[in-house]
């Protein structure tokens, strides 16, 4: 069965500091791929980044950043001088590209919990 | 409209009625999922459309929760004699992609989503 982690239920930082947010999944697929959704108030799921878990390159856009670990089976998210408009529920999510006698699925989505995360000015 | 748009996006319901939620996918769109999402809770997958085709429906709680796309473009989520524990918000995403045929990963948009009160 797939799995997805995220430990810090809500996290509150002042405006400029730098925030991670940790993620850690399970799953027996040897191919997946993981995710990182943004959910501001309004409902929607905002898709931020999408990594293949045979890349473990780490990769930065603008003040976000992702570190993917393979032997920790983490897939961390950084914002670096966090902002107001940053405030959110961020959702890690794997997907599976094994066969559905894996536990897993090449379509389906596994979220975790979410992180609430607040900036204050 | 350029994004996936969901009705109502409130929706209140006693007891035991039954309620129909309502996505429009992006235009052209293959694949379209339907989310549940509980309070304080990640997106739980119910189930998945291909084109019409209910390919999975696996995830739907009970035989009360049904879902189609009859032509392949708006789906509806119905769902029968609610309960409380139905309360949630009913996320809808779609993609361009054929997902299950591999080399394609597609992004799935989502809509706002409808949430539903059940006294």
Same mark, same amino acid.
């Given at each position: 069965?797939?799995?997805?982690?995220?430990?810090?239920?809500?996290?509150?930082?002042?405006?400029?500091?730098? !925030?991670?947010?940790? +993620?850690?999944?399970?799953?027996? @697929?040897?191919?997946?791929?993981?995710?990182?959704?943004?959910?501001?108030?309004?409902?929607?799921? !905002?898709?931020?980044?999408?990594? %293949?878990? #045979?890349?473990?390159? %780490?990769?930065?856009? $603008?003040?976000?950043?992702? /570190? =993917?670990?393979?032997?920790?089976?983490?897939? /961390?998210?950084?914002? *670096?001088?966090?902002?107001?408009? @940053?405030?959110?529920?961020?959702? +890690?999510? &794997?997907?599976?590209?094994?066969?559905? %006698?894996?536990?897993?699925?090449?379509?389906?989505?596994? =979220?975790?919990?979410?992180?609430?995360? *607040?900036?204050?000015? | 409209?350029?994004?996936?748009?969901?009705?109502?996006?409130?929706?209140?319901?006693?007891?035991?009625? @039954?309620?129909?939620?309502? +996505?429009?996918?992006?235009?052209?769109?293959?694949?379209? =999922?339907?989310?549940?999402?509980?309070?304080?809770?990640?997106?739980? #997958? &119910?189930?998945?459309?291909?084109?019409?085709?209910?390919?999975?429906?696996?995830?739907?709680?009970?035989?009360? =929760? #049904?879902?189609?796309?009859?032509? $392949?473009?708006?789906? *509806?989520?119905?769902?029968?004699? *609610?309960?409380?524990? @139905?309360?949630?918000?009913?996320?809808?995403?779609?993609?361009?992609?054929?997902?299950?045929?591999?080399?394609?990963?597609?992004?799935?948009? #989502?809509?706002?989503?409808?949430? &539903?009160? !059940?006294?």
């Amino acid at each position: 069965a797939q799995k997805v982690t995220q430990a810090q239920t809500e996290i509150s930082v002042v405006e400029k500091e730098d !925030v991670t947010l940790d +993620c850690v999944y399970e799953t027996r @697929d040897t191919t997946y791929y993981l995710f990182w959704y943004k959910q501001p108030p309004s409902g929607e799921l !905002v898709f931020l980044i999408r990594r %293949n878990s #045979f890349d473990e390159q %780490n990769e930065i856009s $603008g003040r976000y950043s992702w /570190n =993917f670990q393979k032997s920790t089976s983490s897939f /961390n998210f950084t914002i *670096t001088a966090s902002q107001v408009v @940053d405030s959110a529920v961020y959702f +890690c999510a &794997l997907r599976g590209r094994g066969p559905s %006698n894996s536990g897993g699925s090449n379509y389906k989505l596994t =979220f975790g919990k979410g992180t609430l995360l *607040t900036v204050n000015p | 409209g350029a994004g996936v748009s969901q009705s109502p996006r409130y929706k209140v319901a006693k007891r035991g009625q @039954d309620v129909a939620l309502r +996505c429009d996918p992006i235009s052209g769109h293959v694949s379209l =999922f339907w989310y549940q999402q509980a309070l304080g809770q990640g997106p739980e #997958f &119910l189930t998945y459309f291909q084109n019409e085709a209910q390919l999975d429906k696996s995830g739907l709680p009970s035989d009360r =929760f #049904f879902a189609e796309r009859p032509e $392949g473009s708006v789906s *509806t989520l119905k769902i029968q004699r *609610t309960q409380q524990e @139905d309360s949630a918000v009913y996320l809808c995403a779609s993609s361009l992609a054929y997902i299950p045929t591999g080399g394609n990963t597609g992004e799935l948009f #989502f809509g706002e989503g409808s949430r &539903l009160t !059940v006294l």
